[in-house]
């Protein structure tokens, strides 16, 4: 059945990738890479309305946290963006634990023969969608309602 779909972000400061299920939301398959423009309102606006074109039901956001689990600047920063977009819309925001997920994205990169210059332009789609897939897998085991 075709619903509305899950759109992933992987907030950074420079950059902000974008992932979205299939219309089946079984898959997470990378999307664009949005760059910040320095105004964090833009920014934040830009986001919301990338998942209203993406036809989203829900929203997922990584959360940055330390290799141990605790948590750091930047997951603060990224709890302020979450915040400020939950402000804009009505759609439920949930974070996912990113750990991991950009070493695998460059990692997937750099065996698909992606030269260095080029990774940047779709390392953090990639990781959104690692993002996105360790959500699908846990809201299809019981990790989210």
Same mark, same amino acid.
């Given at each position: 059945?075709l619903?509305k779909?899950?759109?992933a972000?992987?907030?950074g400061?420079?950059r902000?990738?974008v +992932?979205v299920?299939d219309?089946?939301?079984?898959?997470?398959?990378p999307?664009?890479? =949005?760059w910040?423009?320095? $105004?964090f309102?833009?920014?934040v606006s830009?986001l919301?309305?990338?998942?209203k074109?993406?036809d +989203?039901?829900?929203?997922?956001?990584?959360?940055?946290?330390?290799f141990?689990?605790t948590e #750091?600047? *930047?997951?603060?920063?990224?709890r302020?963006?979450i915040?400020?977009?939950a402000?804009k819309?009505t759609?439920?925001?949930y974070?996912?634990?990113?750990r991991f997920?950009?070493? *695998?994205a460059?990692?997937v990169q750099?065996v698909g %023969?992606?030269?260095?210059?080029?990774r940047k332009?779709s390392?953090?789609s990639? +990781? +959104? #969608? =690692?993002?996105l897939? $360790? =959500?699908?897998? #846990?809201k299809? =085991? %019981?990790g989210?309602?």
């Amino acid at each position: 059945m075709l619903g509305k779909r899950i759109v992933a972000f992987d907030i950074g400061d420079k950059r902000i990738g974008v +992932a979205v299920t299939d219309p089946f939301n079984e898959y997470a398959l990378p999307s664009d890479t =949005y760059w910040r423009t320095g $105004n964090f309102e833009e920014d934040v606006s830009a986001l919301i309305a990338i998942a209203k074109e993406k036809d +989203a039901g829900e929203i997922v956001c990584g959360l940055p946290v330390n290799f141990d689990g605790t948590e #750091s600047v *930047q997951t603060e920063k990224t709890r302020r963006f979450i915040d400020a977009m939950a402000k804009k819309t009505t759609l439920p925001i949930y974070t996912e634990d990113e750990r991991f997920t950009t070493m *695998q994205a460059h990692e997937v990169q750099r065996v698909g %023969g992606v030269k260095r210059k080029k990774r940047k332009n779709s390392v953090d789609s990639i +990781a +959104a #969608s =690692y993002i996105l897939e $360790n =959500y699908l897998a #846990s809201k299809k =085991y %019981g990790g989210h309602v």
